[in-house]
């Protein structure tokens, strides 16, 4: 199986900052990488898919890059909705494996 | 809009069996791969098992393979899932998502929560 390592597990924010998040895939997956939101008590949302696209409805204060090994998504202004937990997925090969998770809290 | 609305959790014992169901509506329901993602109590999620349009393909992960079955009627717009031999570690939140574009997980459903306890 792919493993998905995301950094950080957490991270301490304020509104209008601009936030990085990484995931790396334990091996290359070309550009089959996407991001979700899930916020308390509620399914994930979809955010971001093959990499860099965004999902229809999604701010474009979201944005994600990358390939192979290696991936980022970038909140460019922190709003207060934004936080959440993060979490990145593969869907390269069976089973399309999730990182564990970044949750990004309100400092 | 798009909607997935699943259904059948609750208390099973170990060993015991459950039957989840995903109701689809405000899309071509036999037009997309379909999909179990489950999220145990505060933790993270594990991609469990897609079905194709016709429902001729599927994929189990290793943890539930020989367990549990996904199948699909697509005259109903549903989505099932077969769980037997439940352990106590199949406890989670089972959400049911439409596969979209790049094989991302486009919509989800609200999930369901599966309890496994004697």
């Known amino acids: 199986d792919i493993q998905m390592t995301q950094s950080p597990s957490s991270l301490s924010a304020s509104v209008g900052d601009r936030v990085t998040i990484t995931c790396r895939a334990s091996q290359s997956i070309s550009s089959y990488l996407n991001w979700y939101q899930q916020k308390p008590g509620k399914a994930p949302k979809s955010l971001i898919y093959a990499a860099s696209s965004l999902q229809s409805g999604v701010p474009s204060r979201f944005s994600g890059s990358g390939s192979g090994t290696d991936f980022t998504l970038t909140i460019s202004s922190l709003q207060p909705e934004d936080f959440a937990t993060y979490f990145c997925q593969q869907s390269y090969s069976t089973p399309y494996t999730f990182g564990q998770g970044t949750k990004l809290e309100i400092k | 809009q798009v909607q997935l609305v699943e259904s059948g959790g609750g208390l099973v014992k170990p060993g015991g069996s459950l039957r989840l169901s995903c109701a689809a509506s405000?899309?071509?329901?036999?037009?997309?791969?379909m999909s179990w993602i489950r999220q145990a109590p505060g933790k993270g999620l594990e991609w469990i098992s897609y079905?194709?349009?016709?429902?001729?393909?599927?994929y189990h992960a290793d943890s539930v393979k020989g367990r549990f079955t996904i199948s699909r009627d697509n005259a109903k717009n549903s989505l099932y899932l077969q769980m037997n031999s439940l352990r106590a570690d199949d406890t989670a939140v089972y959400y049911c998502?439409?596969?979209?574009?790049?094989?991302?997980?486009?919509?989800w459903g609200q999930g369901t929560l599966v309890t496994v306890s004697s």
């Open positions: 405000g899309f071509t329901f036999s037009d997309y791969y």
């Open positions: 079905i194709s349009t016709s429902g001729t393909t599927t």
């Open positions: 998502a439409r596969e979209g574009r790049g094989l991302s997980s486009d919509y």
